[in-house]
């Protein structure tokens, strides 16, 4: 009988950073996949970040997870989304070689120091005394734990849907188990089912790019990793393109829509809001004239192309016309046929913020099996449960990241403290304290909590800690250094943003806080040799200086009620005065903090008074950092 500290079940996105995290935490760490090969695979979209995602990714980086590197690593292109926004949207999403991203992922984890990759199923979570112990695989031999890291993806009692074609498996009709998940409701776990889709793959010598329109990435040095030095030169990044549906695509759709798995009835799960398949948007959009689809490129090993957004389970037949439809089309040869999948999901509100659940001790999850959608929140969620369990095994408190510290910290939180009926997803618009949460500034978030916890090397702290000292430096500059009308450079570059020319001396901290002005410009213009990267970074932070100062004054409050301790047993039948929907959802929910509680959709202020006395009066209040 084999013996671990950690297993993790599941080699997908969480599962990797999971696996990884606990590894180089050195505890002994067993990652159970179904297949070697399938490691680090890209079912769906062959990319990595966007909106708030490509800040997730970020995130990972600097507390040491692997995601960012491998991805810098194998990318296509680069491109900083949202550029010409505010700096609190701007987002960086690379086009990945999926395959060429898999192989490394492979390499990594099958030569990492303690840590043991193993192709085989499991089919039961082994649990003694409310405690995980191990699983119990396939064949019926037993592996032993004292901790269990759950990252099964889309793989329990999955189903692939092509229209009324129903087939057991996991993408693309892997194996799948629904003796797993079995197991878990018998532990007393709730699940759900929830469905997701992908579009079909055409390829791409068949498409006619002439007829469409061509979307290059960003000619900047950009990377998701603070380790990265060297990326695909510009010139050699690959394209995407753009293209949209027609009439005759939505005449097609429409009139076969009880074809689809969705509207025939065949599916039983939840889809997803934000990125349904095109019938549900011709339902849910019928004004929309037409759709926007990313014509993204798979690997450079495959002459295939991802046309994002024509995710569909229509019959094979209807999509081929619908293809055919599209400009540029006309001639184009599917690959593979788009498909919808359904899956067992367990109900979030079930974890601590941990990751670790409430029902089932040494039980973390993380990743899709949570009810999320996307590599990026899959690999978030990984990276703090292989976190978490590591800390737990050591003895120590849990590393819990704040929704003014991180992205991962926002999305947490929604899924324990709010649940979730539909595949979630992280958006800008679901983090308050976005200004805090950029792109720029993950590692002066994070950075030094993965240092303490051991991912984060001593030689990219010293690094870090240098980088920090030249902003600080640059800052003082600033405040100390003025230009003027002798400055001619500068004064013309002023003048060609819609200012007045330089008069008397004007400081460059000044300049810099005005519209428009890009501090790593004008002090180019001055003629001063700075950092792009540095200037880039001040820029931000002196110009948005006071309402970055706001934001961290309610993120204090936010923290002040997030140190509010609730404990475990709280029987909130026995807490006089709270209205009947506070007493209801609390006890539904069971939030960890009184920010958690006052987060929760039906706990009004009235209520959180009303519990803040009761805690006070039975002498239970507890505070500590979290």
Same mark, same amino acid.
């Given at each position: 009988?084999?013996?671990?500290?950690?297993?993790?079940?599941?080699?997908?996105?969480?599962?990797?950073?999971?696996?990884?995290?606990?590894?180089?935490?050195?505890?002994?760490?067993?990652?159970?996949?179904?297949?070697?090969?399938?490691?680090?695979?890209?079912?769906?979209?062959?990319?990595?970040?966007?909106?708030?995602?490509?800040?997730?990714?970020?995130?990972?980086?600097?507390?040491?997870?692997?995601?960012?590197? +491998?991805? $810098?690593?194998?990318?296509?292109?680069?491109?900083?989304?949202?550029?010409?926004?505010?700096?609190?949207?701007?987002?960086?999403?690379?086009?990945?070689?999926?395959?060429?991203?898999?192989?490394?992922?492979?390499?990594?984890?099958?030569?990492?120091?303690?840590?043991?990759?193993?192709?085989?199923?499991?089919?039961?979570?082994?649990?003694?005394?409310? %405690?995980?112990?191990?699983?119990?695989?396939?064949?019926?031999?037993?592996?032993?734990?004292?901790?269990?890291?759950?990252?099964?993806?889309?793989?329990?009692?999955?189903?692939?849907?092509?229209?009324?074609?129903?087939?057991?498996?996991?993408?693309?009709?892997?194996?799948?188990?629904?003796?797993?998940?079995?197991?878990?409701?018998?532990?007393?776990?709730?699940?759900?089912?929830?469905?997701?889709?992908?579009?079909?793959?055409?390829?791409?010598?068949?498409?006619?790019?002439?007829?469409?329109?061509?979307?290059?990435?960003?000619?900047?040095?950009?990377?998701?990793?603070?380790?990265?030095?060297?990326?695909?030169?510009?010139?050699?990044?690959?394209?995407?393109?753009?293209?949209?549906?027609?009439?005759? +695509?939505?005449?097609?759709?429409?009139?076969?829509?009880? %074809?689809?798995?969705?509207?025939?009835?065949?599916?039983?799960?939840?889809?997803?809001?934000?990125?349904?398949?095109?019938?549900?948007?011709?339902?849910?959009?019928?004004?929309?004239?037409?759709?926007?689809?990313?014509?993204?490129?798979?690997?450079?090993?495959?002459?295939?192309?991802?046309?994002?957004?024509?995710?569909?389970?229509?019959?094979?037949?209807?999509?081929?016309?619908?293809?055919?439809?599209?400009?540029?089309?006309?001639?184009?040869?599917?690959?593979?046929?788009?498909?919808?999948?359904?899956? $067992?999901?367990?109900?979030?509100?079930?974890?601590?913020?941990?990751?670790?659940?409430?029902?089932?001790?040494?039980?973390?999850?993380?990743?899709?099996?949570?009810?999320?959608?996307?590599?990026?929140?899959?690999?978030?969620?990984?990276?703090?449960?292989?976190?978490?369990?590591?800390?737990?095994?050591?003895?120590?408190?849990?590393?819990?990241?704040?929704?003014?510290?991180?992205?991962?910290?926002?999305?947490?939180?929604?899924?324990?403290?709010?649940?979730?009926?539909?595949?979630?997803?992280?958006?800008?618009?679901?983090?308050?304290?976005?200004?805090?949460?950029?792109?720029?500034?993950?590692?002066?978030?994070?950075?030094?909590?993965?240092?303490?916890?051991?991912?984060?090397?001593?030689?990219?702290?010293?690094?870090?800690?240098?980088?920090?000292?030249?902003?600080?430096?640059?800052?003082?500059?600033?405040?100390?250094?003025?230009?003027?009308?002798?400055?001619?450079?500068?004064? $013309?570059?002023?003048?060609?943003?819609?200012?007045?020319?330089?008069?008397?001396?004007?400081?460059?901290?000044?300049?810099?806080?005005?519209?428009?002005?890009?501090?790593?410009?004008?002090?180019?213009?001055?003629?001063?040799?700075?950092?792009?990267?540095?200037?880039?970074?001040?820029?931000?932070?002196?110009?948005?200086?006071?309402?970055?100062?706001?934001?961290?004054?309610?993120?204090?409050?936010?923290?002040?009620?997030?140190?509010?301790?609730?404990?475990?047993?709280?029987?909130?039948? %026995?807490?006089?005065?709270?209205?009947?929907?506070?007493?209801?959802?609390?006890?539904?929910?069971?939030?960890?903090?009184?920010?958690?509680?006052?987060?929760?959709?039906?706990?009004?202020?009235?209520?959180?008074?009303?519990?803040?006395?009761?805690?006070?009066?039975?002498?239970?209040?507890?505070?500590?950092?979290?």
């Amino acid at each position: 009988m084999d013996n671990y500290e950690v297993i993790v079940i599941g080699g997908g996105h969480a599962g990797i950073e999971a696996a990884l995290a606990c590894a180089r935490m050195h505890h002994k760490t067993l990652l159970l996949s179904l297949s070697i090969e399938n490691i680090g695979k890209m079912p769906c979209n062959p990319s990595v970040g966007g909106p708030a995602k490509g800040i997730v990714v970020r995130e990972i980086d600097a507390l040491g997870g692997q995601m960012p590197i +491998t991805a $810098d690593k194998t990318a296509l292109q680069f491109k900083m989304l949202n550029s010409a926004k505010g700096p609190g949207v701007r987002a960086l999403r690379v086009q990945s070689d999926k395959l060429a991203y898999k192989a490394m992922m492979q390499d990594v984890c099958l030569h990492q120091e303690n840590l043991t990759v193993k192709a085989d199923m499991a089919v039961r979570l082994n649990v003694e005394d409310g %405690k995980a112990t191990g699983v119990t695989l396939k064949d019926g031999s037993v592996i032993n734990s004292q901790i269990v890291i759950l990252t099964t993806g889309t793989y329990m009692a999955g189903l692939n849907m092509i229209s009324s074609e129903v087939t057991p498996g996991g993408p693309d009709r892997e194996t799948t188990t629904n003796d797993l998940s079995a197991s878990l409701r018998e532990a007393g776990l709730r699940t759900f089912r929830l469905k997701t889709g992908t579009p079909p793959r055409v390829l791409t010598k068949s498409i006619d790019f002439s007829k469409t329109e061509i979307e290059p990435g960003t000619n900047k040095f950009i990377c998701f990793s603070d380790t990265t030095t060297h990326i695909r030169p510009f010139d050699q990044q690959v394209p995407c393109y753009l293209t949209y549906t027609t009439p005759e +695509t939505h005449e097609l759709i429409l009139s076969n829509l009880h %074809k689809s798995s969705m509207y025939s009835g065949v599916v039983k799960g939840v889809g997803p809001r934000y990125c349904p398949s095109i019938e549900d948007k011709l339902v849910r959009f019928k004004d929309k004239p037409r759709h926007l689809l990313f014509l993204e490129p798979e690997s450079l090993s495959l002459d295939t192309t991802y046309v994002q957004g024509f995710s569909t389970s229509l019959p094979r037949d209807i999509q081929e016309k619908m293809v055919h439809s599209l400009p540029g089309f006309a001639n184009a040869v599917i690959k593979k046929y788009a498909y919808a999948i359904e899956y $067992d999901a367990i109900d979030p509100i079930q974890m601590r913020p941990s990751l670790e659940s409430k029902i089932i001790q040494n039980l973390f999850t993380a990743g899709q099996v949570n009810g999320t959608s996307g590599y990026e929140e899959a690999a978030g969620q990984g990276i703090m449960a292989g976190i978490n369990a590591s800390l737990k095994l050591e003895g120590k408190q849990p590393l819990i990241l704040s929704r003014d510290e991180a992205y991962i910290g926002v999305m947490i939180d929604d899924l324990t403290t709010k649940g979730t009926a539909e595949p979630y997803r992280l958006l800008t618009s679901r983090a308050e304290f976005r200004l805090l949460l950029r792109h720029d500034n993950a590692d002066q978030r994070l950075l030094e909590k993965g240092y303490q916890i051991g991912l984060i090397s001593e030689e990219r702290h010293d690094a870090y800690l240098k980088k920090m000292e030249k902003i600080k430096d640059l800052k003082e500059h600033l405040k100390n250094t003025g230009l003027n009308h002798e400055n001619k450079d500068a004064s $013309d570059y002023l003048v060609s943003l819609g200012y007045s020319p330089l008069e008397g001396h004007v400081s460059e901290d000044e300049l810099a806080r005005r519209p428009k002005v890009d501090l790593y410009t004008l002090l180019c213009k001055a003629g001063e040799d700075v950092d792009e990267r540095i200037a880039e970074q001040v820029g931000i932070e002196v110009r948005y200086e006071g309402y970055i100062n706001k934001a961290k004054r309610e993120a204090a409050k936010l923290a002040a009620m997030d140190h509010v301790i609730l404990p475990d047993d709280l029987d909130y039948q %026995k807490v006089d005065n709270l209205s009947i929907e506070g007493r209801q959802k609390l006890s539904k929910f069971r939030p960890a903090t009184m920010g958690q509680a006052s987060r929760i959709s039906g706990v009004n202020p009235a209520d959180l008074a009303v519990l803040a006395i009761y805690l006070k009066s039975q002498k239970e209040v507890k505070s500590y950092e979290l």
